[in-house]
Nanobody
């Protein structure tokens, strides 16, 4: 079992930065793939970034490449999403997710555990 709690969301002006955190409880976090997803009103949930369990592999959706950085600290059972150069279209609820699989996944159905989400609103 993995329980996930996101924090760090809020209101930010376009061009600004935010760092989201995902605090995990449970002994399997270090063996979990971690993903950050977002869902805007009327849109499907999409993966913005994912990080492998321990070999440093990451993947990003094209819309956030070179602006967002996913990282994890397994010793602290915490994952992060550093977001820079935020745009209006980044406004969404952001979710942290964990998968006990061994790959690097961008599909929501591959993730067994989800946080409750944190709102990110980018204003002009």
């Amino acid at each position: 079992q993995v329980q996930l709690v996101e924090s760090g969301g809020g209101l930010v002006q376009a061009g600004g930065s935010l760092r989201l955190s995902c605090a995990a409880s449970g002994r399997t976090f270090s063996n979990s793939v971690v993903g950050w997803f977002r869902q805007a009103p009327g849109k499907e949930r999409e993966c913005v970034a994912a990080a492998s369990r321990s070999d440093g592999r990451t993947i990003y959706t094209d819309a956030v490449k070179r602006r967002f950085t996913i990282s994890r600290d397994n010793a602290k059972n915490t994952a992060y999403l550093q977001m820079t150069s935020l745009k209006l279209e980044d406004t969404a609820v952001y979710y942290c997710a964990a998968s006990l699989g061994s790959g690097l996944y961008i599909t929501a159905r591959m993730y067994e555990y989800w946080g409750q989400g944190t709102q990110v609103t980018v204003s002009s």
